[in-house]
């Protein structure tokens, strides 16, 4: 099936730096990728919507200058965290949609997740 | 995309089937029901989807009511290794539009199989 790698899996970074979070399909071209948040113990939280070529769209309170996200290609998002803070350490996860497939069958991949902690 | 209700968690013994309900009694028409699973520390994985019909593959059953208010995942025979949260998310499948596949988590069950 589908396959959609994230990097680095954990990171560990000090408060005020800035962090870069990969998000590639690795055998599937993506014109979408989502951006998700998860705190312990709580659901997925969209961040944002990242479309190749365009600039993301961000859901309601999420900043987008500090949460930026780059899809410069079909393969590849990249979420920076700017100035991260310790509240900003949490488990971010990224999915695809799966370009110029139609039908009714499932075409969004998750991938296994990045752990960030602001130190 | 539709609100859906499931338990908080859930316990099933090793070897047998665990059915997990949800209810989605506002679904529209052309909307789906997803079923997702997310093991400790993984991003969630896809286990099956239907519209009306009761659907089977490789990983489980989703049994639909004929209303399509409600449905049901089966895993027939449960293992240590299906103990993760399941969510039941409704959504319309492979519509145009950008915004496609940007799915709303719930709380999702907490299912324990234990020995």
């Known amino acids: 099936g589908a396959v959609v790698s994230q990097h680095p899996s954990r990171v560990i970074c000090k408060s005020g730096t800035s962090v870069k979070i990969e998000c590639r399909s690795l055998d599937f071209q993506a014109t979408t990728m989502f951006w998700y948040r998860q705190f312990p113990k709580q659901s997925l939280m969209l961040m944002a919507t990242s479309n190749e070529g365009s600039k993301a769209t961000y859901e309601q309170g999420v900043e987008k200058d500090k949460f930026l996200i780059n899809h410069a290609s079909l393969t590849l998002s990249t979420l920076t965290v700017t100035s991260a803070h310790p509240e900003d350490s949490s488990f971010y996860i990224c999915?695809?949609?799966?370009?110029?497939?139609?039908?009714?069958?499932?075409?969004?991949?998750f991938g296994e997740g990045s752990w960030l902690t602001v130190v | 995309d539709a609100k859906t209700t499931q338990p908080t968690s859930m316990d099933c013994a090793e070897g047998r089937a665990a059915n997990l309900p949800c209810n989605h009694s506002t679904i529209s028409g052309n909307e789906y029901v997803y079923w997702y699973r997310q093991i400790h520390s993984q991003g969630p994985q896809y286990i099956i989807h239907?519209?009306?019909n009761n659907e089977t593959n490789e990983m489980a059953s989703l049994i639909i009511t004929e209303d399509r208010k409600s449905s049901t995942l089966i895993l027939p025979h449960a293992t240590l290794r299906d103990t993760a949260v399941y969510y039941c998310?409704?959504?319309?499948?492979?519509?145009?539009?950008?915004?496609?596949?940007?799915?709303?988590f719930g709380q999702g069950t907490i299912l324990t199989v234990h020995p």
């Open positions: 239907g519209l009306k």
């Open positions: 998310i409704v959504r319309v499948a492979n519509a145009g539009g950008t915004s496609y596949g940007k799915l709303t």
């Open positions: 999915s695809a949609r799966e370009a110029g497939v139609g039908g009714v069958g499932n075409t969004i991949y």
